[in-house]
């Protein structure tokens, strides 16, 4: 008995590891070439960059205690330069969950475009893809990218789907030659600039100047089409500007365009159809941030194993 789960970020991975507790496989589909979704990193030339989340701090009991396992493993540390109980992957967000992939059957650059059931079992579909049959299926992939494919089967899932937005970000990675001295270590909220971090001061980093900036949404907004090309140069203009920072030029300079960036519209409620066995889980379900993605992920295994192993003690978590 395997559930298949679109969508390898935290809260599939969540979902996966309760599941795997409680004696229950399952399959993950990433449309991504590696670990990462909103968690992704980019490493070049000994220099890394944290371009989607920045850092998490726990605000539950039983999240704390998942946190703290992943510190006895070494897989996160306190970023002492951050935001007050900030922490952070090492030596990259990226990498912590590449390491929670490492214990799960995923397949990358697998893009799901369909799903489909028999009655018996679920199936998926896309390029190059299909595979099946599966005792249940979870979506845990953006609203927006959710809505489409469980249309079909359960229109009230769909309609909560279509209720949540996610705003989109520009974000640049910046790497210089040389400090920027006068400059915080983060900087938030401050015009066209959202937030702004120099990632090198992240425990587990490299010695290069690194600078990760993320546009406001309404920047993002006004400037969605262009090309990266062209917005890397613009938005390391707008937080020159912000700051009064004279930039050297830099040695590195890429921009990343995420049009699923933070989700807000979040109603809080489970999304499970145990008659089914479909089910959508993700921080747009909960709250924006990865205690959000990972108690959905949680909640849904949850229901998950109610359906599938009704009256089971659950492994505690």
Not at 29 to 47: A, Q
Not at 134 to 149: D, H, K, S, T, Y
Not at 258 to 284: A, E, H, I, V
Request: aromatic residues 8%; hydrophobic residues 45%.
């Amino acid at each position: 008995m395997k559930i298949g789960i679109v969508g390898a970020g935290i809260a599939g991975l969540a979902c996966a590891a309760r599941l795997k507790e409680s004696g229950i496989d399952s399959v993950l589909f990433d449309k991504g070439r590696r670990p990462g979704g909103r968690l992704s990193s980019l490493s070049v030339d000994g220099r890394d960059w944290d371009f989607g989340a920045q850092y998490f701090k726990p605000f539950s009991a039983d999240f704390a205690e998942q946190v703290a396992r992943w510190q006895d493993a070494r897989l996160v540390a306190p970023w002492p330069h951050g935001p007050d109980g900030a922490l952070v992957g090492m030596p990259t967000m990226g990498a912590l969950v590449a390491a929670l992939c490492q214990v799960h059957d995923v397949r990358f650059s697998a893009q799901v475009q369909r799903i489909e059931s028999d009655g018996l079992g679920w199936y998926l579909s896309g390029p190059g893809l299909c595979d099946g049959p599966f005792a249940g299926m979870v979506i845990a992939v953006p609203a927006e990218q959710a809505a489409p494919l469980v249309s079909l089967h359960d229109l009230d899932m769909a309609r909560e789907a279509a209720a949540a937005k996610s705003r989109p970000c520009w974000t640049v990675m910046a790497g210089f030659d040389e400090p920027l001295a006068g400059l915080p270590h983060y900087i938030r909220d401050s015009g066209a600039i959202a937030w702004a971090s120099r990632d090198n001061s992240k425990p587990g980093r490299g010695p290069h100047e690194c600078w990760v900036i993320q546009a406001s949404a309404e920047w993002t907004q006004a400037h969605l089409e262009q090309d990266r090309e062209a917005i890397a140069p613009q938005l390391l203009a707008a937080f020159a500007a912000e700051t009064g920072a004279t930039l050297p030029e830099p040695a590195f300079l890429k921009a990343h365009r995420w049009r699923f960036g933070l989700s807000y519209g979040q109603r809080g409620r489970t999304l499970w159809n145990p008659r089914l066995r479909l089910g959508t889980c993700g921080d747009w379900i909960t709250a924006p941030m990865i205690e959000g993605a990972w108690r959905s992920g949680v909640d849904m295994a949850d229901q998950v194993i109610d359906t599938l192993a009704p009256g089971e003690t659950r492994a505690a978590g």
